[in-house]
């Protein structure tokens, strides 16, 4: 399948101001493009794209005073598969596990382990380990909190999310990477496009989403508390230890966000030619 995916964000900013953006495709999915993705800004300005410490494609800018909008679109090709079942995927003792994964057993700023930890073992102690503990998580989390975008809140924990029942993707992500951390899993945040396909409407308002991933029988495994349930299409922008590292924007100073626009979508057959060249390159 095609997926066509893209951004229109604006920003006003009362002087200039340095931006970090997370806002172009993973590494792992640069060879899906039909087309390099080109982000756009206007006015026009200068822009620097590195590789941050997790292998995020990072986008560096100094704002101006005033409006900017950034966007983008690309053509992403997919298998269109959904999210892969391992049910067979076995825990690793914490002595047995890679040193890189390390660092996703650990407490971060969302991720409040210290506070959560009684809980866990409370909750999951007593349970299975491995694929059946982290779709239990899920489960948890799934059940645990309300979705509601007006409940969105930038400050608010794993612990807090537990406790208030309510938040948006994120929120459940937090929750389940806290649990399984306090329950030996090295589990890392993922953000990116995931569009509607495959499901029944009535549909939400397109956003980035947020899932995670555990490390089970030596390799990485996508999970999502909020939907739990197997998703297609999903185009991953960064992972990191939370939303601390893969924030779409972090800025040094004040600004306003005034527009904000997400798309992703799948491309019905007909246009699936060299207007995907056109596409990826809006002018």
Do not use: K
């Not at 079942?85 to 596990?97: D, F, G, R, S």
């Not at 948006?168 to 806290?178: E, G, K, M, S």
């Amino acid at each position: 399948m095609q997926i066509s995916a893209g951004f229109d964000i604006v920003y006003d900013c009362p002087h200039p101001t340095p931006m970090i953006l997370l806002l172009s495709p993973h590494p792992s999915r640069e060879t899906d493009l039909a087309a390099p993705q080109e982000m756009l800004f206007d006015p026009p300005i200068a822009h620097e794209r590195y590789l941050d410490s997790f292998g995020n494609v990072c986008t560096r800018i100094l704002a101006p005073e005033g409006r900017l909008t950034i966007s983008s679109r690309m053509v992403v090709s997919d298998a269109g598969l959904p999210d892969r079942i391992t049910p067979e995927a076995q825990q690793h003792p914490v002595e047995e596990l890679p040193a890189d994964t390390l660092v996703y057993l650990l407490g971060s700023r969302y991720c409040d382990t210290d506070r959560m930890s009684d809980r866990a073992w409370h909750l999951f102690g007593g349970g299975p380990r491995g694929w059946a503990l982290v779709q239990a998580i899920c489960d948890y989390a799934h059940e645990r909190i309300v979705f509601n975008y007006q409940h969105a809140d930038s400050t608010r924990t794993a612990s807090d999310g537990e406790r208030d029942g309510r938040g948006v993707c994120r929120d459940y992500a937090h929750l389940a990477i806290t649990l399984c951390r306090c329950m030996n899993v090295p589990a890392r945040y993922c953000t990116g496009f995931l569009g509607d396909m495959g499901t029944l409407p009535p549909y939400g308002v397109m956003d980035f989403a947020a899932w995670f991933e555990v490390y089970l029988g030596g390799e990485w495994h996508t999970f999502d508390a909020r939907n739990n349930t197997p998703r297609i299409g999903r185009i991953l922008i960064a992972r990191g230890r939370d939303a601390t590292d893969v924030a779409i924007a972090t800025t040094f100073g004040p600004c306003r966000l005034s527009g904000f626009d997400v798309i992703c979508t799948e491309m019905a057959a007909e246009l699936v030619d060299d207007s995907i060249l056109a596409s990826a390159h809006p002018s």
